[in-house]
Structure formats: structure tokens, C-alpha cells
């Protein structure tokens, strides 16, 4: 198949599978309070564990299903993760209790793996020279989806209610399943390259022995757990600044957007940005900038500052994800970009599910304002961690 044919495909592809999630995702604190009865007391709490639940289990299964990509095939491992999606997104619409809903996140958690899936399909495709452009693309494709997910979300929920947000993802998935089924080929490797690679690099295949793949692979950590730190605890909050507005969970889903729509708008730059003048310089500015918006974001008291916040922190995001599965990319064989792109997957799992249960710690103890100043200086800290890095590595 052509790379350019591959890219649109998986655009939609990856615009479905992430306007589904958030289409969900930020407004499961109010699932909870108006559809499943848990207290007002109760639902920081709640929101906590079932944020977190899927995301223990896919930590656990996304290496397993890399490793199995590479041996069965990169396709089917796409058409699995889309079914089962589905089919967590379907049980969500009918369930009746928070402890069913912890269980639904459990099984979502088992059938994960779709974007990695995605990013080793077409860093197999794309050009070398195209790479960066085609996860920026993609990125800005998944931010996008950022963007209709949670308007889709809001309108839906002002208008029918939230179980019909999860029975449309649910069809959405689905015609996930069926493009990759009748549509996309499992991307060509070449055999006898792929063998004298697995030969080479078996001795060293784990992470923890390859520095580069382990500072990637605890960077995406790190990184995920700041995005999801704000996630359990953000509309509630947006909801505090708004006051005392109409429609409050249409505008949640609006402000909550707008890190998305710039997100939509920078990440293809980040890409060709990142191939020009290397990855690893701009995974250090989008960190600088993103941790300096984020502080900034903790400090207004009103609503309009904050969104203004939300948007120019969406700009500097945007470029850190693309970054580190460009580095990955080119310095991981073609045999086993599967279980590689599954454990930074895995790792990305892990600060999914740190996030939410420390933000929700630092928002019930010490006040949502903290969450943006820790969340801050921690990507900042990060930021010269990867610098003196890759001053290091240019010194070698």
C-alpha cells in the first residue's frame, strides 16, 4: 500500500478511536453523580479509581500484545484492540453502578492497544525522510479528536443523556474494526533484514539494557501522568471558575477542548520541526513550554484566563508524544517496533494511572491549584533532564 494512502486511512482511523475516549472520558465524574448516584463527598474518590482502572490492566497487557504483533501480525493485533473496544464501550452505556463501571474500565483496559498499534503500522509505511510529518499528523489527528470528542460529548449529554455517548463510540470502534479488516495490509517486512535484526539486537532486546529506549520509555511515563493528572478532577473544576452557568457541561466540554484544538494545529509543525532540527530539541521546548503554562494555568480564579491557559498549553504538548515515538522509531528495528511502541504503551499506562490517583490526591489535600504548580515543574525538570541528555549524546 502507499504511505500516503496508509496515513489517511489511519487518520480516521485514529480521529475515530479518540473523539470516542474523550468523548467520554472528561465527563465520567458526572456519569457518575447524575446516571450511577455516587455523592458529591464520594465522586473525586470514584473518578479516581475508575480513571485508573483500565490502565493497570493494559500496563500489564500492552507488552504482551506487542510481543504478539510482531509474531502474528501488526493488523490483527488492530482489529482485536478495536472489537473488544467496542464492546467496552457498548457494556459502559448499560451499566448501572460505579463498581460495574470499575469493571467496564477493567475489560477496556484488557482490549487497549490501538494506538500503538497505529504507530507501528505507519513508521513501518512512511519514508524515513516522512516520519516526523506522519506522527505529527497523526498526533495532531489524535488531538483533534480531543476536540470532537468532548464537544460531541457535551451536546450529547445536554441533549439525550451520557449512555448514548457510549453507545456511539462503541459504532465508532467498530468501523475501526471494519477498515482494518477489509481495508488496511499488515505493513511488509522483509524477512531476511528482520531475522539478521532479531539476531543482533536479542541480547539487548529489554529496555532497561538500551539507556536511549529506558529515558524514552520513563519520559513517556512521566509525561502521560502529568496529562492525566488534571483529567479526573478538571470539568468539576471548570465548573467552580464558570459559576453559576447553563449548559455547565457543554462549556466543561468546550474549554476542555481547546488544548485539543491547538494541539490540531501545532503537532503536524512539531513533526516537520522535529525532522529538520532534530527530536530531541523539540521534545525539550514543548516540555519548557507546556510545564510554564500549566503554572500559569494554576493561578487565575475565573474562567476566561484559564481557558486562554488551556489553549497556549495545547500548543507545547502537542510536540513532546510525536518526539519520543520518532526517537523510538529510529533506533528500533522493523521486527520489533511492536513490543516496542506496546511498552512505551505500557509505560504510558502507568502514568495514566499514577495521574489521576495523585491528582486526585493533591486536588482533595491541598487544593487544585497545586496540581498545575507540581504538574509544572515537573515537566520543567524533566525538560533539562532530556537536554543534558541529548547534550551528552551529541558530545559522544
Known amino acids: 500500500m502507499n504511505w500516503k494512502l496508509v496515513l489517511a486511512i489511519l487518520t480516521c482511523n485514529i480521529l475515530f478511536m479518540s473523539s470516542s475516549y474523550t468523548m467520554l472520558i472528561p465527563f465520567l465524574p458526572m456519569y457518575l453523580t447524575m446516571d450511577l448516584g455516587v455523592s458529591e463527598d464520594n465522586v473525586n474518590l470514584w473518578s479516581g479509581i475508575v480513571f485508573s482502572a483500565s490502565f493497570l490492566v493494559s500496563a500489564i497487557m500492552a507488552p504482551i500484545w506487542g510481543r504478539m504483533a510482531d509474531t502474528k501480525g501488526k493488523r490483527l493485533m488492530a482489529m482485536r484492540a478495536s472489537f473488544l473496544l467496542s464492546v467496552s464501550y457498548f457494556l459502559g452505556g448499560i451499566v448501572q453502578t460505579p463498581e460495574q463501571l470499575t469493571l467496564m474500565r477493567l475489560f477496556q483496559g484488557f482490549a487497549s492497544g490501538l494506538w500503538p498499534m497505529d504507530l507501528a503500522i505507519m513508521t513501518l509505511y512512511a519514508p524515513p525522510k516522512k516520519l516526523g510529518f506522519c506522527l505529527g499528523v497523526m498526533q495532531g489527528t489524535l488531538t483533534a479528536g480531543g476536540v470532537v470528542g468532548p464537544l460531541l460529548g457535551g451536546i450529547l449529554a445536554s441533549a439525550v443523556g451520557m449512555r448514548y455517548s457510549f453507545f456511539l463510540a462503541a459504532a465508532a470502534l467498530f468501523t475501526n474494526f471494519l477498515i482494518f479488516t477489509f481495508i488496511i495490509k499488515e505493513p511488509p517486512v522483509d524477512k531476511a533484514s528482520a531475522k539478521s535484526e532479531e539476531a543482533a539486537e536479542k541480547p539487548s532486546v529489554s529496555p532497561w539494557h538500551m539507556p536511549l529506549l529506558r529515558n524514552m520509555l520513563l519520559c513517556g511515563t512521566l509525561v502521560q501522568m502529568v496529562i492525566l493528572i488534571l483529567q479526573p478532577v478538571i470539568t468539576t473544576y471548570i465548573a467552580k471558575l464558570a459559576g453559576p452557568l447553563p449548559n455547565i457541561v457543554f462549556v466543561a466540554g468546550l474549554v476542555f477542548s481547546l488544548g485539543g484544538i491547538a494541539g490540531a494545529i501545532a503537532a503536524p509543525f512539531w513533526g516537520t520541526f522535529g525532522q529538520r532540527r532534530g527530536f530531541f530539541r523539540a521534545m525539550c521546548l514543548g516540555m519548557a513550554g507546556a510545564g510554564i503554562s500549566m503554572i500559569i494555568q494554576g493561578i487565575p480564579d475565573t474562567l476566561v484566563p484559564f481557558a486562554i491557559m488551556q489553549f497556549v498549553g495545547g ?45 486526585g490526591l493533591i486536588a482533595t489535600y491541598l487544593g487544585m491549584h497545586w496540581v498545575f504548580a507540581f504538574s509544572g515543574l515537573l515537566l520543567l525538570i524533566l525538560s533539562m533532564a532530556i537536554h543534558q541528555h541529548y547534550r551528552g549524546l551529541r558530545g559522544c
Not at 325 to 344: C, D, E, Q
Open 315 to 359: 500548543l507545547f504538548f502537542c510536540g513532546i508524544h510525536p518526539s519520543i515515538n520518532a526517537v523510538l522509531a529510529n533506533n528500533t528495528p522493523a521486527s520489533y517496533k511492536g513490543r516496542i511502541f506496546g511498552m512505551l504503551f505500557a509505560a504510558q499506562q502507568v502514568g495514566s494511572m499514577a495521574g489521576p490517583l495523585l491528582g
